[in-house]
Each structure stands twice: as C-alpha cells, then as structure tokens.
C-alpha cells in the first residue's frame, strides 16, 4: 500500500528547479523496511555539506519514514532536497531555507535475463567537487539515455572526458579482470552508488582507473544501484558473457537483504 501523503508543491523560485542547486535520493522499501536508508542519509548529508546546504529537519524525514513504514510500503521513495526558494541569479541568498519534496512510486520491474549495454557518445564533465554526489545536475543523462531506443539496448556505459569508464547512466559498474572484481574510481565525476556501496561491504572490490579495453576485455560485467541490485551483463555490442557463479550469489544477498530487513531504520 503506498502511504498517503499530499502531493509535494514546487515553488517557480526554488532553485532546485531553475539550477538545480540540491541533491535527492531515491530509496527501495519492502514491507515497510528500507535497509539501506542509513547509507541514503549518509549521502544525503554529505552532499548537504559538500555544496553548503543545511540538512532537512529531523522531523520532517522522520514523518515521511513513518508513513512508510505504517503503510508497510513496497516500492520506491524519492526524496528531493533543494536549496529552496531565492533570488534570480546563481547567488544564494543569505539565508537558505531548504526545501523537501517527496513522492511515491512502484519498483521497476525487472527479470533475470542478461543486461544488452551500448557506449554512450554523451561524456560526462570532470569536476570533483560534484564527484560521488547525487546531485540534481543530470542532464548529461539524460542526454545518453536517449542515444539507443529501448529494442536496442537495456543500459549505456559513460566515460568521462578523458575516456575513463565511469558507470551506466543510472547504475554503477564492476567487472570481472583477471579474476579480480574492479568498479571505475569516482574522483572526478559520478555517483557514488550505495548500491555500490553495499556490495563493496560485502565484497572484496578494488576501485581503479578503468578503459574502455578493460571493459570490452573483461570476463564478466555487473550493474548495481539502490532499486535494482546487482544485474549481470550478457553483451556489449559484440561482446557477449553468461552470468558468472559468483554474480547468482549475489543475487541472492541482495534479495535476502530485502527479504529480511537486515538494517534497521535509524533513529532521528
């Protein structure tokens, strides 16, 4: 059941909406549970302080968790952050009144065939004061996920203006090289998954600098975010792979994590 709550208003000066000045989260719950959300807050936070927002309020989290949880919600939570409303131009005003918006949906539907990913010609621009940010900036994605229509492939795979592989246009990225697991370092550009971040805690994954040969020779590929989990990657143009062994078992961790709930809502 989704939680009832009046639909989130939108001011034309929030500067969310004109600059994209925030950052959002979009959080899976099962049965009320959401496990992963203390990495979701953590990001959320961190991004607050890293383009000098405050943080929303406690009791405002606080009220839209427990809605979810007393509704026994299944499906997804996005959580909007913006620097609220303020005057024309790129300067804050003195004083910033964040604002939080928030909306309900169902979880994407998936199956358990191999991912068909193409290269996206859409570069992603390096600034590593954004780098690992869920930033409201995404319109270098929105550019490469319209590149391919959706007969032709499933995902695209983004490299960064200096050719770095950096990750799907809305997943994160591992791959399988000489039987050990890799994801692209995220110093200079993209998101910081907490999917990602779950099965780096789970698994011994070393981030590195990584080419498009080293993808293109990989031995396996795998995909990750927050609502997904981990998804395995069966061609690449004209690469193709089966799911590796150890890619089912993660499968199979990220359901259980859902299943039962294992991370407990924090206290706020």
Known sequence: ????????????????????????????????RAPLWPWHLARLQLGCARLGLPEPAPQQLAHILAAAQQASFDGVLKLIWTA????????????????????????????????????????????????????????????????????????GLMRDGAGQVIAATAANLVALIGGRWYTPALRNCGVAGVGRRWLMSTQPIEERALKKADIEGADQLVLINA??????????????????????????????????????????
Request: proline share 7%; aromatic share 8%.
């Open 84 to 155: 609220g409303s303020g005057p024309r131009g790129y300067r804050r005003a003195a004083t910033v009144e964040g604002r939080l918006i928030h909306f309900w949906g169902a979880l994407p539907q998936g199956d358990s065939r191999g991912l068909r990913l193409v290269w996206c010609r859409t570069r992603l621009s390096r600034q590593p004061a954004l780098a690992g940010l869920k930033h409201l900036n995404r319109l270098e994605q929105v550019l490469a996920a319209n590149e391919w229509a959706p007969d032709q492939a499933d995902e």
């Open 227 to 268: 609502l997904r989990g981990p998804r395995w990657v069966a061609s690449l143009h004209g690469r193709r792979w089966t799911r590796h062994a150890e890619v089912a078992g993660w499968e199979q961790r990220w359901q259980a994590l859902f299943d039962a709930g294992s991370l407990p809502l924090p206290t706020l």
């Open 1 to 32: 059941m989704r939680p009832d709550s009046p639909p989130s208003l939108i001011a034309a000066d929030d500067r969310g909406l004109a600059y994209g000045d925030g950052v959002f989260e979009t959080v899976r719950w099962q049965g009320g």
